[in-house]
DNA sequence: TTGTAAGCGTTATCAT
DNA sequence: ATGATAACGCTTACAA
């Protein structure tokens, strides 16, 4: 056990110390420290200069002890995701989070959520270690910490393919972000506009399938030929190549994401088609080597550091009682390059 | 205040219960908690019962006061690394502390490391809310932390230019890493090798460019015109042209990283040289966009994740009490791809 | 407005 | 090998 000795060398004072030196109880110094407001100002100047002079600074655990609060925020990554962590999808968000949390009272704690600590972590979670999660789910549907929700602050990043009840979400809108791509081909007078849309069991897969339908009907445009892939480069070639079977009067192409785009470029290439001449592509995602690509790729950015933002604002609301909206989504932004 | 039963209702049983229902004194189960051989088989198996049974978990607040230890890890990034966290370099590093520190006892905490709250960070490192705090320095000699390293166990990632007195540090070798660069250039039969060097205010383009000079000397080779860039893409495409002026014998070059080497191609095509051809490429980081430009980049790359295991499991032995080299050093690895 | 004092759930010292 | 019991540093009724 640390003794007060211990304490001094390191340069902690503690409470009682402060206390001592301003001349008042623990329980008005602490009232100081926390921002109580029924304090005499006199009392609150004598207390706050003894914090400085000893560089007084609260001992988290014995608040957190006392207080049954931690003032941490867990933030849960699944395994797959950090294996990944070349997506820069992660990496923003995370940077979001920590950024908006850094500015606030919480500690970021990070986890990596894989299959054989899964038990560990909910443990973790659920031991009082924090005050609330932030879970990101990627792409993929899985929602495994789903039911945290009902024991524990939880908020997601990303929603799964259906909606859970109570569950706080904030997301990009991939329909709303379809949508624009498309009507952004549209406004440069595509008419047969075709789509590689994703997997459909994957909510962004059928948002933005969605998003490609609404935009054609809005501008009462009949839909061209589609074609699922699975997100692949592989998979956006062999679609596009099909997709010009179909029908070769396709002047316009809204693939699902990047990785796809890039693969159906490769495709329209061979056909001896010009991007955006011929037919204009449109991806998703902005991915790193959009700009980078012949043609670099007109695409749709996500918001990726503001969903981090986002995230962590709302959890902390959640936690301190404050109203929060169940579903927050975010606006992707269009990026005009040169295939569309 | 939070009373008992609301401990309970959310599940979590204290110490007391467990000891209780197991039939010792809390002291015994906190001995088997922390796996004190000093217990009677029949005692621990009984505690470990009574602790599934009522799935407990230890109260890290409580278990913190008592032992002055806290079990959590401060993973401090500069800002500005953070902002740029586009830079895969982060996020890798990140991935391996946390994968590594997932498996061990310890918790990360992440903080963001401002000029606008270095005091509030330094006060949080030194408040006891943590064991050791690893401290990610980019490229950038910045080491705004060093003296820390006098109060808290810390080990740092990326060495400043000029070493630290007593800093542990994980770093990766540029030295030799450029050496293998500049040696793979001279294997495939380079003789008029140039280089293109980083800012030699920094440590990397400092190490870089004597492993061109080390690689050259042990070949027996004289070392070819040199221009020092600012690791930007216009700097290396000026920093070739002028090369080429220089000494158009050159048949080989080598740029201290992907960014410049980029730059270079661009030189290298309007001179109508052929790369590999009339001159060989190799630049460094194997950067997000050095496998999809034209031709793809030869380069090396740096084994963050690697590095992020390194540094957390540096740490937690420094923590622990356990020798550690002052200085562990990362081998870089050798891409080969087209230009090369 | 302020002080007193009872916890918060562990660990660790000291007997036994 | 085990059990009392005193910390650990803070918050928060409750009293004054």
């Not at 609260?58 to 003032?71: E, H, K």
């Not at 933030?75 to 999808?89: C, G, H, K, Q, S």
């Not at 062999?238 to 990047?258: K, Q, Y």
């Amino acid at each position: 056990m640390a003794d007060k000795a211990e304490a001094v060398r390191r340069g902690i004072p503690t409470l009682e110390e402060v206390a001592t030196r301003a001349g008042v109880s623990r329980a008005t110094v602490s009232r100081v420290v926390n921002g109580h407001p029924t304090v005499r100002p006199e009392a609150v100047e004598s207390v706050n200069r003894a914090i400085d002079e000893l560089g007084y600074v609260p001992n988290r655990a014995a608040r957190s002890l006392a207080s049954n609060r931690t003032q941490a925020i867990a933030l849960v990554v699944p395994e797959t995701a950090a294996r990944i962590f070349a997506d820069p999808f992660f990496a923003s968000v995370v940077q979001g989070v920590a950024t908006t949390l850094n500015d606030s009272d919480y500690t970021l704690t990070m986890l990596i959520g894989s299959e054989s600590n899964a038990a560990k972590t909910r443990r973790y979670l659920l031991g009082g270690n924090v005050d609330g999660a932030i879970v990101i789910s990627h792409h993929t549907g899985d929602h495994s910490y789903k039911d945290l929700g009902q024991v524990l602050p939880v908020v997601f990043g990303g929603r799964p393919l259906v909606d859970s009840p109570g569950a706080v979400v904030v997301d990009v809108d991939n329909v709303d972000g379809a949508s624009r791509a498309v009507t952004h081909l549209i406004g440069r007078g595509c008419r047969h506009i075709a789509a590689i849309s994703g997997p459909q069991d994957m909510r962004p897969g059928v948002d933005r399938r969605l998003g490609w339908q609404e935009a054609l009907l809005m501008a009462g445009l009949t839909p061209g030929p589609e074609v699922v892939g699975d997100f692949s480069t592989e998979s956006g070639l062999a679609a596009a190549r099909r997709l010009l079977e179909l029908d070769p009067t396709v002047d316009g192409l809204f693939a699902a994401n990047d990785q796809m785009a890039m693969g159906a470029l490769q495709a329209l290439r061979e056909a001896g088609l010009h991007v955006p001449d011929d037919v204009a592509v449109v991806g998703y995602d902005d991915s790193f080597f959009s700009s980078t690509i012949e043609p670099p790729l007109t695409t749709m950015r996500q918001p990726m550091i503001a969903m981090g933002s986002e995230l962590a604002t709302t959890l902390v609301a959640l936690i301190e009682g404050r109203p929060v909206d169940p579903l927050t989504l975010l606006r992707a932004k269009l990026v005009v390059r040169a295939s569309a």
